[in-house]
């Protein structure tokens, strides 16, 4: 299906016309798409923890700010040699009102490829059967920024207030460093 808007086009308006002719092509014309920005890590560290041998979480400076993600710092962690298969790191968030988007968009940099990257949010009761929702990605690429996304249409109509990132679910840890951006909320 699709939808038609009309566009009106003035040239040179509130001025008389003199006789000019003027043209144009190709108008392009953008609907937006809501984003709200769950954290970025460029302002002050939010208040985390690690859980399941997941160690030396925190602020650092992006190694390779370039191509899908530019900005200066990102959240890094290290899953430490030995780590539970569900060790993951986590921070609060103001909440996350769905509000007809589905989408989490979230900057990953992750040293090996095919690794699962699972986010989990919950709401005030912490982690509670039914009061929780989790989707897991796989990455694509190794040492290099990749965007990640994650569809939460299934998720329950809940005040999530906890944001959960688990890299290489399933698997023990190596002592491997992975690190996150620029996480959204995207219709």
């Known amino acids: 299906d699709l939808d038609y808007i ?3 086009v003035f040239y040179d308006f509130g001025n008389s016309g003199a006789g000019e002719t003027y ?3 190709d108008l392009e014309v953008g609907i937006g798409e809501y984003v709200q ?3 970025n890590f460029e302002g002050e560290a939010p208040g985390s923890f690690s ?3 997941n160690g030396g979480q925190d602020i ?5 700010p370039s191509g899908e993600n530019t900005t200066a710092n ?3 962690f290290v899953k430490g040699e030995g780590a539970e298969v569900w060790a993951g790191s986590g921070f609060a968030v103001d909440v996350i009102d769905f509000n007809g988007a589905s989408q989490i968009h979230l900057k990953s940099y992750s040293p090996e490829v ?5 986010v989990k949010l919950e709401t005030s009761a912490g982690n509670v059967a039914g009061l929780t929702h989790e989707v897991d990605v796989t990455t694509t690429v190794a040492n290099q920024w990749e965007t990640l996304i994650y569809d939460f249409s299934e998720a329950p109509d809940l005040e999530y207030i906890t944001f959960i990132v688990f890299y ?3 698997n023990p840890g190596t002592g491997s460093t992975y690190m996150f951006d620029e996480i959204q909320l995207i219709d």
């Open 168 to 170: 290489d679910f399933g």
């Open 23 to 25: 043209y144009f092509d």
């Open 114 to 118: 095919g690794r699962v990257v699972k």
């Open 51 to 53: 859980f399941g041998g």
């Open 74 to 76: 990102v959240y890094q």
């Open 60 to 64: 650092a400076s992006n190694p390779d």
């Open 6 to 8: 009309t566009v009106i």
């Open 37 to 39: 920005s769950i954290e």
